[in-house]
């Protein structure tokens, strides 16, 4: 009988995906409630093999290869969950001069990787060195896609980094709802975000967006609304991973982000925006055990192996335990293929751009 009523309300939000106003809002709202508030083994397995096969038809029966740098664990921002937060003072910070990034990328190089994604704190240091730094990238791996993932800046860096080579973003709206962002986020405001992220898109990007899930204070409806709201802006890529409770942080006493709200989120939003690109997130990875399997099964596609310098990966603590910390670089391919493996779908180390048709 639920099994009906679950088929029914999928089959909704596959179809009105699409509108965009407010009645079809409404009722996609109520049914990606419905979803989060389901725990029903049958109805959840239904709903993750939907989203899959939405993935296969839309992007292709594969799993993107896109290689991660941390460039700098510095941050001007105080962020409550996050332990790069400026205030954590004992994290010990770092920053890869030019020659290390320059030589983490021949290594994605060698291992054929077509996707390069540079993440930082907010750091001065970072944005000052960007320009050159891309275009020397741009120089020696012209087909490279370079993602950047730097936090908010000005339309005047951002318009910058995308003539000297850039060609996606990545900036999670994190929580969409106004008053949920403010309790989140010291000194910082969702609007802000906001206009950052339509900067972003304005300026050509191919924009990535995503949230936390079990973040303190955030209830179903405002996951719904996010996904409402990467639906609005038809963003290209959606990350999305639990919420891991970091000691050095104001939340160092909260709980965990929940697996199972994680795989729905994930297959909710890939039944919606359906070509886009999703990662299988390093936080799925970094819990009791490896989750990422589990996020491609819910409708994920893509995959994000660290490249950092090994000596850095453990500084870049955003949270404990970070997956990457025990997956050494020379083992790259060997964890790809194990994942591939297991999901029974092939790995894609091409670019992978996304293509708007509408
Ligand atoms: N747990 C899980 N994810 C986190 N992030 C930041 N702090 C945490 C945490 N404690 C995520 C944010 C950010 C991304 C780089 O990492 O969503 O955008």
Redesign the pocket.
């Known amino acids: 009988m639920t099994k009906n009523i679950a088929l029914k309300k999928i089959n909704q939000i596959i179809s009105l995906s699409n509108k965009n106003n407010l009645i079809t809002n409404f009722i996609l709202k109520k049914n990606l409630i419905w979803f989060f508030n389901n725990h029903d083994e049958n109805d959840l397995k239904l709903l993750y093999s939907k989203a899959s096969q939405i993935r296969d038809k839309y992007c292709g029966k594969k799993i993107v290869v896109r290689a991660l740098i941390e460039i700098s664990n510095y941050c001007s921002c105080e962020?409550l969950?996050?332990?790069l937060n400026c205030k954590n003072s004992s994290l010990e910070r770092y920053r890869l001069n030019k020659e290390e990034i320059l030589s983490s990328i021949e290594n994605i190089s060698k291992n054929k990787i077509e996707t390069l994604v540079m993440?930082a704190g907010e750091d001065f240091y970072v944005r000052k060195m960007m320009p050159q730094l891309l275009r020397e990238i741009k120089e020696k791996y012209p087909n490279m896609a370079i993602t950047l993932?730097l936090g908010e800046d000005s339309f005047n860096n951002y318009k910058l980094w995308k003539e000297k080579g850039a060609d996606r973003y990545l900036l999670?709206i994190?929580a969409s709802n106004p008053t949920l962002y403010k309790k989140l986020h010291n000194k910082k405001n969702v609007f802000t975000r906001k206009k950052c992220l339509s900067n972003l898109q304005k300026l050509g990007y191919q924009t990535g967006s995503?949230?936390?899930i079990g973040l303190p204070y955030q209830t179903s409806k405002n996951l719904a609304e996010d996904i409402i709201y990467f639906n609005k802006h038809n963003f290209d890529m959606i990350?999305i991973?639990?919420?891991?409770?970091?000691p050095e942080?104001k939340?160092f006493d909260k709980s965990q982000?929940s697996v199972e709200m994680t795989l729905k989120a994930i297959a909710l939003s890939r039944l919606i925006l359906k070509d886009s690109w999703i990662p299988a997130t390093t936080?799925l990875g970094s819990l009791d055990k490896d989750y990422r399997i589990d996020a491609i099964k819910a409708g994920a596609n893509v995959i994000m192996p660290n490249f950092s310098p090994e000596i850095y990966k453990k500084q870049y603590e955003?949270?404990p335990n970070k997956i990457c910390i025990k997956e050494e670089n020379k083992n790259a391919q060997n964890i790809l293929e194990e994942i591939s493996c297991a999901c029974q779908l092939p790995l894609s180390f091409e670019r992978n751009d996304r293509i708007k048709n509408y």
């Open positions: 962020c969950y996050c332990g993440q993932s999670r994190e995503g949230m936390m990350g991973g639990p919420f891991i409770p970091h942080t939340f982000g936080a955003i949270y």
